[in-house]
């Protein structure tokens, strides 16, 4: 069936054609494929009311092992494991002006015990920038509050009382706390 004639728009960067479907007609789950005369048949996609359930399980899983300061062991962690990590912070005093990147003018000689944030590029750096990711997890839960809940995920603190989705914000978080 028909539900609605493709917009198409000319991509202007390589000449293409794009074609854009408006699907707010298709209300029953199912399989589905788009086939346009003269082009061919798309792949199947699925409409229903979890269909990035998985993609958001693997990625908050993905966030989890990347925890900074908790060892990466079974059951939670399997291919790449590893003992506690990265829980002392060695501040330093800095400066910075418009014409060189900052540096460091005195490393202090006391370290900090801190743990929380998340690995990141391979140099296991916690930056600002990385706040994006509870940001981000946030907004998702402000607008699905009611989708999350304790348990769903793959993570050690399920069973807490708390939508495992604020256990990996308060993660995130926990190193700016500690610090």
């Known amino acids: 069936?028909?539900?609605?004639?493709?917009?198409?728009?000319?991509?202007?960067?390589?000449?293409?054609?794009?074609?854009?479907?408006?699907?707010?007609?298709?209300?029953?789950?199912?399989?589905?494929?788009?086939?346009?005369?003269?082009?061919?048949?798309?792949?199947?996609?699925?409409?229903?009311?979890?269909?990035?359930?998985?993609?958001?399980?693997?990625?908050?899983?993905?966030?989890?092992?990347?925890?900074?300061?908790?060892?990466?062991?079974?059951?939670?962690?399997?291919?790449?494991?590893?003992?506690?990590?990265?829980?002392?912070?060695?501040?330093?005093?800095?400066?910075?002006?418009i014409d060189t990147f900052i540096k460091a003018d005195t490393v202090l000689t006391n370290t900090l015990s801190v743990r929380g944030g998340y690995h990141d590029a391979g140099d296991y750096d916690r930056r600002l920038y990385h706040l994006e990711i509870a940001r981000r997890m946030l907004d998702t839960y402000a607008m699905l509050s009611n989708r999350f809940t304790d348990g769903q995920l793959f993570l050690p603190d399920a069973g807490n009382g708390v939508p495992d989705i604020l256990d990996e914000v308060a993660w995130g978080l926990r190193v700016w706390f500690e610090l």
């Open 1 to 97: 069936k028909v539900y609605s004639d493709p917009t198409v728009y000319e991509w202007q960067l390589t000449g293409e054609s794009v074609y854009q479907f408006d699907f707010s007609a298709l209300t029953n789950v199912g399989r589905y494929y788009v086939r346009v005369p003269g082009l061919g048949r798309s792949p199947e996609f699925v409409i229903n009311d979890d269909v990035y359930w998985h993609v958001f399980t693997n990625v908050a899983h993905a966030f989890y092992l990347q925890r900074c300061g908790i060892a990466m062991q079974p059951p939670y962690a399997s291919i790449f494991t590893h003992g506690v990590c990265h829980t002392q912070a060695m501040p330093l005093t800095t400066s910075s002006n």
